[in-house]
């Protein structure tokens, strides 16, 4: 049976998810309320602005049964403020901003800059074979990370070079790029082969 995977709908990129499961044709369904977190086999947390989210969840009554859900294992990826969301620190944020604290990483909030500051890079990626396109708005880096967190990816040139962009920590994966904007499957891919091996 076909793995079913939420995608968090409460803000931001979710259509652009939706399209690349849509591509490798997993079941999926949208989340807005703690009910629709029952069943699900992972979940994707997407990009778009994290302190709404954040407010959002709690607002919703979704914080709480997510945070256990994850606490209890479920997969999950999360890009751009789903990678936000994820860490158990975050710097740059509002005093009222919730995390999930599923990641022990600590990242900073619109690392590379502004919206204008946005900007695109190939990546080498750990256990990828080839560079991931990957786009950056507004987008976090990862300053720290604690022990048992893998780094997938760094941004190789630039002013930047050097910053942390992925990370993985057994069934918890976190890009601070969007790949679902590119079209290239391979990261969704790569979610969906921790999901049926966890």
Request: charged share 20%; proline share 5%; hydrophobic share 45%.
């Given at each position: 049976?076909?793995?079913?995977i939420?995608i968090?709908?409460?803000q ?19 989340v807005?309320?703690?009910n629709?977190?029952?069943g ?43 990678m ?23 990242v ?91």
């Open positions: 049976m076909s793995p079913v939420g968090l709908a409460l931001g990129g979710v259509r652009e998810h939706e399209r690349s499961l849509d591509k490798l044709g997993v079941t999926h369904r949208q807005r309320r703690p629709q977190l029952l699900l086999d992972g979940i994707i947390l997407p990009g778009g602005e994290s302190t709404t989210i954040s407010r959002l969840l709690e607002l919703g009554g979704v914080l709480e049964p997510l945070r256990a859900a994850l606490a209890k294992g479920l997969p999950a990826y999360g890009t751009c403020a789903g936000i969301l994820l860490a158990n620190q975050v710097r740059d944020t509002r005093a009222d901003a919730h995390q999930l604290n599923a990641l022990d990483i600590t900073r909030r619109n690392a590379f800059g502004r919206q204008i500051d946005s900007f695109e890079a190939d990546l080498d990626f750990v256990g990828i074979d080839a560079p991931v396109p990957a786009v950056f708005i507004r987008a976090p880096w990862v300053e720290q990370v604690g022990e048992g967190v893998e780094v997938l990816a760094v941004v190789q040139e630039g002013p930047a070079a050097g910053a942390v962009v992925a990370v993985r920590a057994g069934n918890v994966l976190a890009s601070s790029f969007h790949p679902e904007v590119t079209g290239d499957t391979r990261l969704h891919e790569l979610f969906m082969e921790i999901v049926r091996a966890s």
